[in-house]
Nanobody
Framework: QVQLIESGGGLAQTGDSLRLSCAASGRTFSMFAMGWFRQAPGKEREYVAAINWRGDSTYYPDSVKGRCTISRDNAKNTVYLQMNSLKPEDTAVYYC????????????????WGQGTQVTVSS
């Protein structure tokens, strides 16, 4: 089992930056590829960023590329999502996911999920 706890969400204005954190406990963190997803009201959960086990490969969809940076600190069992130039359309609940065998580029790849942290961006 892996327990994931997200933090760092909150209310921001257009153009602001936020850094989300996801702390993992349980099994060895470095055994898991990690991803960030988000879900806006009435929409499906979508992939935002992913990182491999060592932290030397990262993945982003075009919608956030250049504005978001995923990173991990295996010594601290934590994965981060730095979000810059926030837009109202970034408003969503943000979830982190852990995947033992695959890079989590879709919700199907997530083996474990956190409870989410709300990000609200006002215009």
């Amino acid at each position: 089992q892996v327990q994931l706890i997200e933090s760092g969400g909150g209310l921001a204005q257009t153009g602001d930056s936020l850094r989300l954190s996801c702390a993992a406990s349980g099994r060895t963190f470095s055994m898991f590829a990690m991803g960030w997803f988000r879900q806006a009201p009435g929409k499906e959960r979508e992939y935002v960023a992913a990182i491999n086990w060592r932290g030397d490969s990262t993945y982003y969809p075009d919608s956030v590329k250049g504005r978001c940076t995923i990173s991990r600190d295996n010594a601290k069992n934590t994965v981060y999502l730095q979000m810059n130039s926030l837009k109202p359309e970034d408003t969503a609940v943000y979830y982190c996911a852990a995947s033992r065998l695959r890079i989590p580029l879709s919700t199907k790849a997530g083996d474990y999920w956190g409870q989410g942290t709300q990000v609200t961006v006002s215009s």
